[in-house]
């Protein structure tokens, strides 16, 4: 399974105000991001086949958005 930088996670935090992140914070935002990406990424490959393309578009992730926030 992929991962997400640590280091990303922290400057994305502090980005929007956070003084510090715990170790614990990091690896629960990083477990939550890649279950997330994965939900978006499987339903987008699904519509992208339901339309006989190989290559996942834009809009596919933006159905596949819509679709979770259901």
Do not use: C, W, Y
């Amino acid at each position: 399974m992929a991962r997400i930088p640590k280091k990303l996670i922290e400057r994305l935090v502090k980005g929007f105000g956070a003084k510090r992140v715990s170790k614990e914070a990091k690896e629960s935002i990083a477990e939550n991001m890649i279950d997330r990406l994965s939900n978006i990424t499987e339903l987008a490959i699904k519509n992208s086949r339901h339309f006989g393309r190989k290559l996942i578009t834009k809009g596919d992730i933006d159905f596949a958005i819509k679709q979770l926030r259901l």
